[in-house]
Nanobody, 123 residues
Framework: VQLQASGGGLVQPGGSLRPSCVAS????????IAWFRQVSGKEREWVSC????????YDSSSVEARFTVSRDNAKNTVYLQMNSLEPDDTAIYYC?????????????????WGQGTQVTVSS
């Protein structure tokens, strides 16, 4: 049972990336999936969550204006479309299962973490 984040990379300010989160060993269609990020030397912070029914929530208005979380249950995958990227978005991005169906309490997740995917925004 595992979630694997991938699709990060190096992009210039103002650019876009779309990391994906693929589930293996289980079907994620009945689970809420959250994205977190961690800047080196700082604590992980919650970025976004999507419920099993596809309802998104975001940490801040700045993130909501630029990021879009979505899911494709047929592909057992959740995506985080990130546009207008800024240097402050540079971090390792992680995806996790935060519970069945709903995103309540997602920002307080204290479970296990996978490897994450590195996003670097730099000119």
């Amino acid at each position: 049972v595992q979630l694997q984040a991938s699709g990060g990379g190096l992009v210039q300010p103002g650019g876009s990336l779309r990391p994906s989160c693929v589930a293996s060993g289980f079907r994620l269609e009945d689970y809420a999936i959250a994205w977190f990020r961690q800047v080196s030397g700082k604590e992980r912070e919650w970025v976004s969550c999507i419920s099993s029914s596809g309802d998104p929530t975001y940490d801040s208005s700045s993130v909501e204006a630029r990021f879009t979380v979505s899911r494709d249950n047929a592909k057992n995958t959740v995506y985080l479309q990130m546009n207008s990227l800024e240097p402050d978005d540079t971090a390792i991005y992680y995806c996790v299962v935060v519970g069945p169906y709903h995103c309540g309490g997602a920002s307080s997740y204290t479970g296990r973490w996978g490897q994450g995917t590195q996003v670097t925004v730099s000119s």
